[in-house]
C-alpha cells in the first residue's frame, strides 16, 4: 500500500515553519509497512490544493493531508476535497452541536464563522476531536482509495492519527512493518565506507542500504520489509551483522545512540571516571559527555583552557612545552591529558587541543587538531587535519576525542 | 517569479529525518521576494526524481533540489537531472582534479567511486564546495527556467545558497523584496511581550509581526514587502524602532546575532576578559561562548566541574560551604564565580550550578539554577527555577548567565 503526505498552509512555503508534521506521520506509516512515496506542500489556494489532491490519488492509495481546518476564512481544505472529489460540502448539525458545546464548555460565545467546522464533503466521515475545535475528514476517493485531513497543529494531528486513522490503516494494510537499523561508525570516509559494503549494496533489495555521513561520523541505514516487525527484523539481522563485521573497529553502535552515549555506557560498565582538558572545542566534548541523564556517575570535570596561560596555570603544561612546540602539538595535547587526570582525579583523561579556524594559529593551519589521553599505564596521542568551517572542525575534534576514549575502554587500543 | 524546493532521500520519507532544508530555502526566497508554490520531497529512485523534477519545471522557472548529490551509489539525482532534461551526464577533469587535492589535502586515498561527483548534466555549471565534496548543479532547463540541486547537508546547502544562488536569483528576479528584522529579547515571558505590543501587532500589515519564542528568549519578527530591499527596510525600521524602546533592557539585539555574539561584541568593545565555572550546564556556557571566531581575544577558560571534589579542588568552594548550603546554592555559585576569575585571572567571571534533571539532586528539585557573576567591586546572583527537560534547562541556565553578563558589561546591573 502506498501512502502520500501534504502538508497544507502557505506558512509552510514561506518557510515559517517547518513542516514536521510530514515527518511524524511517514515515520508512523512506515512502522505499519506503508510506503510513502511522495510528500508535497502547498498553500492556501483553493485549486492548488485541490491539484495536489488529485496528484497524489492518482499515485497512492492513501493520502493523509494536515492543515487548513481551522474556522478562519484562509482554511479551506474542506472546500479544497469537495473540489478534487467533485461532491458538494454539507454541513452536520451533530458537528455544530458539538462545537457549540465546546465552546460553552470554556464559556465562550462561538463566532457564527466556526460553523464552516460542520461543513463535510458528501460521503466523508469525521473525526471529533478531543483537543481542538477542528474535525479530521475521512473521505473516500473511488477504487478503495482513502483521502485523508487532519488539523496541522501536531497535537491535535497525532490524535486523530494515533485514536482513528493509524488502526484503520493498519487493518486494511494487513500485518506489514518496515523496520530500520541503524549501524553508525567512526574514523573512516563515507565513500571507504561505501567501497567495503559495495556487494551488499548492489546485492540487496529487501533489506536495502542507505548511508548518511556527516562531520566524523557515517552512518549506514538497513531496512527491510516484513509481514511483521519480527518478520522485517529478522531480515535486518544477518545483513546487520556483516555490514557491522566488514566495518570492524569503526563502528559504535549498532543501537541508536550517540557516540557519547556509546562512551557513556562503557564508561558506566567499566566502573571508571574520565575528566577533559579542552582547548578549541571550547566546552563542547564536556557537553556532549554531560548530555546524558546520569552522567555525574563518570564525567568529573573538564578544564577548558583556551590561553597558553591557563594551560600552564590550570593544567600544569610547561611553559617550555608551548615554547618549543607551541600549544598546538602532541606535546603539549599529552600534557594537558596528564594535567587533566591529575586535576580531577580521573580513571581516564582525553586532551584537544587545535585550530577552529577560520585563521591558523602561529604555524598550525586551520582544522589542526592534536588529541591524546591518558591512563594507568597508558598514553595515546594523534594528530590530524580536520576539514570545514570552525563548527565542523569543532565537531571532527570532539568526534575523534570521544572515539579516542571508546577505544581505549574497549579495549581495542594498541599500546604505543 | 515562481520557485520549487524539492527534497530527494529516501530518509525524508521513512520520516528519519526531517525536511528542514525546505523551510530554510523558503524562508531565505521569501526574502527576496521569490514565491514558493509547492514543496515536493521523493525517494532515492531515479524515475520519481526525474518526474518530480519535470512536474515542477512545468509550474515554476525555478527549482530548487537538495539531496542526492554524495559520492555513493544511492546518490542519483544527477542522473535523474540528466533524465528529466534528456541531457547525457558529461564527467569534468576539473572537479575531478578538485576532488583529488581535497582528499589529498586531509591525507586520505580518494576510493574511484567519488569520482561520480565529477559528472555534470551537459549545459549545466558547476558550484564547487568549500564544505565537504559535492559540487552544486545549475541547470538550464528551457524556456529560462533554471534547476538548481545543491548537497543534502544542511551546512554545504547553506553555503551554496548564500555564496552563489541566492545572489543570483535576486539578480534575475529584480527589485521586489520582502524584508525582516529580528528583535531579539531575553528575561521576559513571550505573553508579557504580546501584551507590551498587542496594539502594534493588531495595526500593522505592512510590516507585519510576529513572536517566536524559545527556553530563555523571545524573538519578535517584523517583516515587510516593497519593491525593494530599501524600500521593505525603510517600512520596517520605525516599527522595529518602536518594539525595542518598549522591550527596553530586555532586548539583546536587533542585529541577526545570537546572545553570545552580542556578549563577545561587548568583551571586545570594552576590552575584558571572561572566565566561566560551570556545574549543570557541563561546559555548554563556554561552548557558546568560544562559538565565534577570535574569542581568544577575550575568553580565557572555564571550569566544568561536575562534582563536589571538583568544585573544591579546582575551584576553591570551601566544604563548609557545600556541606551547609549543598552545591546548588546561591554561596556555591558565588565562591565558583569568584574560583574561576582567580584561576584564569579574568575581569569578569560567571558561574552555573544547578540541576539539569530528570531527578532531584538532594533538595533541589530538576531545573533548580544558581548563577553568579564577579568582577572588580562587583557581585551578582540570582536563583530561578527553569522549566522543560534536560536540555532546555541547561539552555535556560546558559542564556540567564550570558544575559547576566551582558547586562554587567553593558553597564545596567545594579549593584546589589
Known amino acids: 500500500m502506498r501512502a502520500e503526505v501534504i502538508g497544507v498552509g502557505t506558512e509552510i512555503l514561506l518557510g515559517q515553519i517547518a513542516n514536521s508534521n510530514a515527518q511524524w506521520i511517514s515515520d508512523r506509516l512506515a512502522r505499519i509497512g506503508i510506503d510513502v512515496l511522495h510528500h508535497q506542500a502547498v498553500?492556501?489556494?483553493?485549486?492548488?490544493?485541490?491539484?495536489?489532491?488529485?496528484?497524489?490519488?492518482?499515485?497512492?492509495?492513501?493520502?493523509?493531508?494536515t492543515g487548513g481546518l481551522g474556522p478562519t476564512q484562509d482554511d479551506i481544505t474542506r472546500?479544497?476535497?469537495?473540489?478534487?472529489?467533485?461532491?458538494?460540502?454539507?454541513?452536520?448539525?451533530e458537528i455544530e452541536g458539538f462545537l457549540r458545546e465546546k465552546f460553552a464548555g470554556i464559556g465562550r460565545r462561538m463566532p457564527e464563522s466556526n460553523l464552516i467546522q460542520a461543513d463535510v464533503p458528501e460521503g466523508a466521515r469525521y473525526i471529533l476531536p478531543d483537543r481542538g475545535t477542528?474535525?479530521?475528514l475521512a473521505c473516500p476517493a473511488g477504487e478503495g482509495r482513502m483521502l485523508y485531513a487532519v488539523p496541522g497543529v501536531p497535537a491535535e494531528m497525532r490524535e486523530m492519527m494515533d485514536g482513528t486513522i493509524l488502526p484503520e490503516l493498519e487493518l486494511v494494510a494487513g500485518p506489514a512493518a518496515i523496520a530500520s537499523r541503524i549501524v553508525r561508525?567512526?574514523?573512516?570516509?563515507?565513500?571507504?565506507v561505501a567501497e567495503l559494503l559495495d556487494d551488499l549494496f548492489h546485492g540487496s533489495t529487501n533489506p536495502t542500504l542507505a548511508y548518511l555521513a556527516s562531520s566524523g561520523e557515517v552512518k549506514v541505514r538497513?531496512?527491510?520489509?516484513?509481514?511483521?516487525?519480527?518478520?522485517?527484523?529478522?531480515?535486518?539481522?544477518?545483513?546487520a551483522a556483516e555490514v557491522a563485521r566488514r566495518l570492524g573497529d569503526h563502528v559504535f553502535t549498532t543501537a541508536d545512540e550517540e557516540l557519547e552515549q556509546a562512551v557513556g555506557r562503557l564508561l558506566r560498565a567499566t566502573g571508571r571516571t574520565v575528566a577533559c582538558a579542552e582547548s578549541l572545542t571550547g566546552g563542547g566534548l564536556a557537553t556532549r559527555l554531560t548530555a546524558a541523564p546520569g552522567a555525574s556517575d563518570y564525567f568529573l570535570g573538564s578544564a577548558v583552557c583556551y590561553t597558553a596561560e591557563a594551560?600552564?596555570?590550570?593544567?600544569?603544561?610547561?611553559?617550555?612545552?608551548?615554547?618549543?612546540?607551541?600549544?598546538?602539538?602532541?606535546a603539549c595535547a599529552r600534557e594537558m591529558a596528564a594535567g587533566a587526570r591529575r586535576l580531577f582525579g580521573a580513571d581516564v583523561a582525553v586532551a584537544l587541543t587545535g585550530v577552529a579556524g577560520p585563521d591558523p594559529h602561529g604555524d598550525a593551519p586551520p582544522?589542526?587538531?592534536?588529541?591524546?589521553?591518558?591512563?594507568?599505564?597508558?598514553?595515546?596521542?594523534?594528530?590530524?587535519?580536520?576539514p570545514g568551517d570552525r563548527d565542523q572542525v569543532r565537531r571532527w575534534a570532539e568526534q575523534a576525542a570521544l572515539d579516542l576514549l571508546r577505544r581505549h575502554l574497549d579495549g581495542k587500543l594498541l599500546p604505543e
Open 222 to 239: 538497513i531496512t527491510a520489509k516484513g509481514a511483521s516487525r519480527a518478520e522485517a527484523d529478522a531480515l535486518i539481522e544477518p545483513l
Open 79 to 93: 472546500q479544497a476535497i469537495a473540489r478534487a472529489l467533485g461532491v458538494p460540502l454539507v454541513r452536520h448539525p
Open 185 to 192: 561508525c567512526t574514523g573512516i570516509a563515507e565513500s571507504a
Open 367 to 386: 582544522g589542526q587538531v592534536w588529541l591524546a589521553l591518558e591512563a594507568e599505564g597508558a598514553g595515546h596521542a594523534r594528530g590530524f587535519r580536520a
Open 134 to 136: 477542528a474535525p479530521g
Open 311 to 330: 594551560k600552564a596555570a590550570v593544567l600544569g603544561v610547561r611553559r617550555e612545552t608551548i615554547e618549543e612546540h607551541g600549544p598546538v602539538s602532541e
Open 43 to 65: 498553500g492556501d489556494n483553493e485549486e492548488r490544493i485541490a491539484d495536489a489532491f488529485r496528484l497524489a490519488l492518482s499515485r497512492a492509495e492513501v493520502v493523509v493531508a
